[in-house]
């Protein structure tokens, strides 16, 4: 079992920048495939940027290739998110979320956090 709870969202002007945390308790945190997913209103969840156990695979959206930085340190069972240029189409609620195994399909997540709002003004 884990739990997650997200923190960082906020208000900010295009081209600022944000910095997302993902906490995570229970056991074997190092074991699971994180992943950032973010939703705007009347959409369906996306997929954003992955992580995997050691950080050396980190796959992301097309859409915040360049920007968005996602990190992960396992002594402390936190994940980051660094956003940089933000755009207004990246408002949503970004939520974090774990899994044995890897997906970039919000559907095959089992844990996920309750959500940080990101709202980017133009």
């Known amino acids: 079992q884990v739990q997650l709870v997200e923190s960082g969202g906020g208000l900010v002007q295009a081209g600022g920048s944000l910095r997302l945390s993902c906490a995570a308790s229970?056991?074997?945190?190092?074991?699971?495939?994180m992943v950032w997913f973010r939703q705007a209103p009347g959409t369906e969840r996306e997929f954003v940027a992955a992580i995997d156990w050691s950080g050396g695979w980190t796959p992301y959206a097309d859409s915040v290739k360049g920007r968005f930085t996602i990190s992960r340190v396992n002594a402390n069972n936190t994940i980051y998110l660094q956003m940089n240029s933000l755009k207004p189409e990246d408002t949503g609620v970004y939520y974090c979320a774990a899994d044995p195994i890897a997906s970039v399909m919000a559907a095959k997540y089992h844990y996920w956090g309750q959500g940080t709002q990101v709202t980017v003004s133009s």
């Open positions: 229970g056991r074997a945190f190092s074991r699971y495939f």
